[in-house]
């Protein structure tokens, strides 16, 4: 794959500048039906309850190598992954305390993560016995010792789910987790809290890098009928190409965990084409009609590395061609994986264009103009510019 395409665990960086979409969206009411033109919309919530921060899949479990650390950003904020000698996953601030120096060529030993400056050695039992605590244990000047039980490492709280690593990004990260009592629950993000039954699929798995906004790539993936025109030629299915585009009814669900859009023929309400639900603060579910006894879900975890950097995660769950051996003889996995390489990449000719036209002031407000079919990502960017803290350029400001 070309260097100046989609790169794997290699982030490039070029500035945008967000600009919103029209104007703000009316205050949501209970319960609320809205039919306007092909399109419904049903509020059952003010508004989505989680924002920014919240929980993000990181990454698959098994990127977890023993005695080895995955290095990682959240909005430039340098972060690691480790499990600890207690086989626990922990999610650090890649700064030592000592002296502020990265862990970046140090060493994992054993659950024990050492500094390669001065050799300080965080351990979760450390001189305090707290294991939600990650405390220096060692560091080689022994005069260090009575300082070395007061540094600690500072940590987001971390859950394994569905073989995600994720992290709780918050406002800022603590030495004690266990200080903080207010508990997120990720379980908004299971499948099976979706209607789908998990263990009835089989999956592949792709992670990929952008060298765009984060927020753009979301909005990407919300725009399903964009297939028509950049991935026609793409995607194996008769129903998708330029030479069968189509109008369609959109019912749109918005409740305070999710917003959903159900697209419908317009010329055959009752068959469904597609339907899409984005849970924040950064998954993707697309998959068609009732879950429970849908054949496929594809689920897409979006990363904010930082300024124009950004992780997908894509997972492709499917019912069919479950067998191992007969997927093996069609090389049935090569084949998906290359094709989502090639759906990413014709994706990511138009994030670029469209970042460089942000970047330079091309587009203004008025400009932009949404159709009824664009009415998810008005209430995705909605939801978006009225984050606190806001984000600007890529990074987080912290009030």
């Not at 294991?131 to 490492?153: E, F, G, Q, V």
Request: proline letters at 4%; hydrophobic letters at 35%.
């Amino acid at each position: 794959m070309k260097n100046n395409q989609i790169n794997f665990f290699k982030s490039g960086d070029f500035n945008t500048v967000l600009k919103p979409l029209g104007e703000d969206l009316k205050t949501f009411r209970e319960e609320r039906i809205v039919k306007i033109d092909n399109y419904e919309i049903k509020e059952t919530s003010k508004e989505l309850e989680i924002g920014i921060y919240g929980w993000y899949a990181i990454c698959p479990l098994k990127e977890l190598k023993k005695n080895k650390i995955f290095y990682f950003s959240m909005y430039d904020e340098p972060l690691l992954l480790f499990k600890d000698e207690n086989h626990t996953v922990r999610c650090v601030k890649n700064v030592c305390p000592h002296r502020g120096a990265s862990f970046f060529g140090g060493d994992l030993k054993d659950g024990e993560l050492t500094c390669p400056y001065h050799g300080a050695k965080f351990t979760s039992e450390g001189s305090c016995k707290n294991i939600d605590r990650l405390t220096c244990s060692h560091i080689i000047d022994s005069n260090y010792k009575s300082y070395a039980k007061k540094i600690h490492l500072y940590q987001y709280k971390t859950l394994i789910k569905d073989d995600y690593v994720f992290i709780n990004y918050c406002e800022k990260p603590e030495t004690n987790i266990s200080d903080n009592e207010e508990e997120l629950n990720p379980n908004k993000h299971e499948l099976n809290k979706h209607g789908f039954k998990a263990d009835e699929y089989v999956f592949e798995e792709v992670l990929v890098d952008f060298k765009c906004d984060w927020a753009r790539i979301i909005e990407n993936h919300l725009d399903i009928l964009h297939i028509f025109w950049v991935h026609g030629d793409t995607i194996p299915d008769k129903d998708v190409n330029k030479n069968v585009l189509t109008s369609f009814n959109q019912k749109i669900n918005i409740n305070k965990d999710f917003i959903e859009s159900i697209y419908s023929y317009k010329n055959d309400p009752s068959k469904e084409f597609i339907r899409i639900k984005f849970i924040p603060p950064g998954r993707i579910l697309i998959y068609k009609g009732d879950p429970s006894k849908s054949r496929y879900v594809q689920v897409l975890d979006h990363i904010p590395l930082g300024n124009n950097k950004a992780r997908v995660i894509v997972r492709h769950y499917r019912k069919f061609m479950k067998n191992k051996i007969m997927r093996n003889l069609v090389l049935f996995e090569e084949i998906q994986r290359k094709t989502f390489y090639k759906i990413f990449n014709e994706d990511y000719m138009i994030l670029k264009t469209q970042t460089y036209n942000l970047k330079l002031d091309l587009l203004k407000n008025d400009e932009i103009k949404l159709l009824g079919e664009d009415k998810i990502i008005k209430y995705y960017w909605n939801w978006y510019k009225n984050q606190k803290p806001k984000i600007i350029l890529g990074n987080i400001v912290r009030n």
